[in-house]
Structure formats: structure tokens, C-alpha cells
Nanobody, 119 residues
């Protein structure tokens, strides 16, 4: 019973920046991992970035060095700062949460926000 609401998507020119936000509400205890997936037309969904409850981050090779994932625990919000955007970054970006206790985990997804990078 978690809701994830993304915001911040839009249209930018190549080389520009966007910051996506994902606000979590509902039953938000025991959050293990949050992250951002993206799916471009005709391509497989890709896990772009994750951040653990302990603050450890990871990135797909395709975004490493350009994207930064961060969190504001007080606001239950995760951010994705996207810099040096490329047309190939165009995709629907969806917030992701892995929530659980011990071995019992549940995945949650936001509705997604469109990011379009114009060439």
C-alpha cells in the first residue's frame, strides 16, 4: 500500500538538465531500495539508478557520470538529477521501490514521467 508519484519530466534540448522527483506515501516503513527505471520506445526497460536505505548508489553504464540519484529521507522523496542529456535518454522514467522485512519483499512502481530530449 504505497504510492509513488513522479514529477519533473518534460522536454529539454540535448545537453540540458532535468531533475526528477519521486515522492512516496502510504506505508513507507522498511524501504530497502529505491530507484529509477526507464523505458524508451522499442527498447527494454533499463534500471538507470538505485539507492539503498543505507545510501549506497548504483548506476547503469549508460548514465554513469551524468545522472545522480539522491534522497531526502525527511520528505520520503528520491531524486534523479540528469545532466548532459542526450536524445537517447528519451524515455518514460518510473520510480521504483523495494520494500520489505527480512526475506519478504514487495515491489512498487510509479506511473512514470516522460522525459524527451530534443536533438
Amino acid at each position: 500500500q504505497v504510492q509513488l508519484v513522479e514529477s519533473g519530466g518534460g522536454l529539454v534540448q540535448a545537453g540540458g538538465s532535468l531533475r526528477l522527483s519521486c515522492a512516496a506515501s502510504g506505508s513507507i516503513l522498511n524501504i530497502n531500495v529505491m530507484g529509477w527505471y526507464r523505458q524508451a520506445p522499442g527498447k527494454q526497460r533499463e534500471l538507470a539508478a538505485t539507492i539503498t536505505s543505507g545510501g549506497s548508489t548504483s548506476y547503469a553504464d549508460s548514465v554513469k557520470g551524468r545522472f545522480t540519484i539522491s534522497r531526502d529521507s525527511a520528505k520520503n522523496t528520491v531524486y534523479l538529477q540528469m545532466n548532459s542529456l542526450k536524445p537517447e535518454d528519451t524515455a518514460v522514467y518510473s520510480c521504483y521501490m523495494l520494500k520489505g522485512w527480512g526475506a519478504y519483499n514487495t515491489d512498487y512502481w510509479g506511473q512514470g514521467t516522460q522525459v524527451t530530449v530534443a536533438s
